[in-house]
C-alpha cells in the first residue's frame, strides 16, 4: 500500500484511476483519509457525523464489487467507484443528524436518502463510501483556518 499521506494528497481522478486498476483498495484509500480526518479533525471541528465503521464496511463491499466485476460477475463500475468522499451534513442522508446548520434542529434525522445524496450513494455508478462531514471548503475559506486544505483532495495537507 502507499503511504497514507501519499494517498491523501491525490485527487479524486487520480484515486479512483489508482482503485480501478487495481493498484489500491478503496478499503485503503478509506484508512488513509480517516486516519488524516481524526489527525486534523480536532483543530478544524468540521466532522459533524463521523460514520467511519459504515465507510469502511461500504470500501469493502465496493472492492468486492470491483473484484466481482473483474471476474465478469457483475456490471462495470462507476467512474469514482470506491473513491471516499465527504458531504456537507445540511444533504439529508437517512437516519443522520439534518440541522441545516440550526442549532434547534440537532436532533433531527433525515427520513430519506436527498435525491443527490441517493445519486451518489445508492447509484450503481457512483462511489459509495461516505463520510459525512460539515462544510469543510466552507471552513476553510475562512481567514480563521488552522489548516489550508486543497480542494482536490478535502483530506490533503
Not at 500500500?1 to 485503503?28: N, P, V
Not at 469514482?80 to 468522499?85: A, F, N, R, T
Not at 458531504?87 to 443527490?116: C, F, N, Q, V, Y
Request: hydrophobic letters at 40%; one cysteine or more.
Amino acid at each position: 500500500m502507499a503511504e497514507r499521506s501519499e494517498i491523501t494528497r491525490r485527487g479524486a481522478a487520480e484515486l479512483a484511476r489508482s482503485i480501478a486498476a487495481g493498484e489500491l483498495s478503496s478499503s485503503d484509500a478509506v484508512a488513509a483519509h480517516i486516519a488524516r480526518i481524526e489527525e486534523v479533525d480536532p483543530r478544524l471541528n468540521a466532522m459533524v457525523v463521523p460514520r467511519f465503521d459504515e465507510a469502511r464496511r461500504e470500501a469493502t463491499e465496493a472492492d468486492e464489487r470491483l473484484a466481482g466485476a473483474r471476474r465478469g460477475d457483475g456490471p462495470a463500475p462507476g467512474p469514482l467507484h470506491g473513491v471516499p468522499i465527504t458531504i456537507k451534513e445540511s444533504l439529508h442522508m437517512a437516519g443522520t443528524p439534518s440541522t441545516g446548520g440550526l442549532p434547534a434542529r440537532r436532533h433531527h434525522r433525515a427520513e430519506r436518502d436527498a435525491p443527490l445524496a441517493w445519486t451518489i450513494h445508492k447509484s450503481p455508478t457512483a462511489s459509495r463510501n461516505w463520510m459525512q462531514s460539515q462544510g469543510v471548503l466552507a471552513l476553510c475559506s475562512s481567514t480563521y483556518c488552522p489548516v489550508r486544505l486543497r480542494r482536490a483532495s478535502l483530506c490533503a495537507p
